[in-house]
Nanobody
């Protein structure tokens, strides 16, 4: 089992920045990819960004490319999502997820472990 705990959400004005953190514990050696997803009210959960656990390859949704940066600190078993130039449409609950599969995917159902989520609200 892998446990994931997110932190760092909050309320920010449009154009501002936030950094989300996701601390992983347990059988972290089984993880191949860590991802961030988000879900706004009335919408499906959508892929935001992902990073390979060991190699550092990164992937982004087109909607956040150039504004968000995903990174990892393996010594701390922590993944970060630096969000800049935030827009009201970025408002959502953000979830951290871990995937044991060896192939990268943006499909949330393929991820094996999930955090509890953290609210990000961007005011206009």
């Amino acid at each position: 089992q892998v446990q994931l705990v997110e932190s760092g959400g909050g309320l920010v004005q449009a154009g501002g920045s936030l950094r989300l953190s996701c601390a992983a514990s347990g059988r972290t050696f089984s993880i191949y990819y860590m991802g961030w997803f988000r879900q706004a009210p009335g919408k499906e959960r959508e892929f935001v960004a992902a990073i390979s656990w060991s190699g550092g390859s990164t992937y982004y949704a087109d909607s956040v490319k150039g504004r968000f940066t995903i990174s990892r600190d393996n010594a701390k078993n922590t993944v970060y999502l630096q969000m800049s130039s935030l827009k009201p449409e970025d408002t959502a609950v953000y979830y951290c997820a871990a995937d044991r599969g060896i192939l990268f995917t943006t499909i949330p159902q393929r991820y094996d472990y999930w955090g509890q989520g953290t609210q990000v609200t961007v005011s206009s």
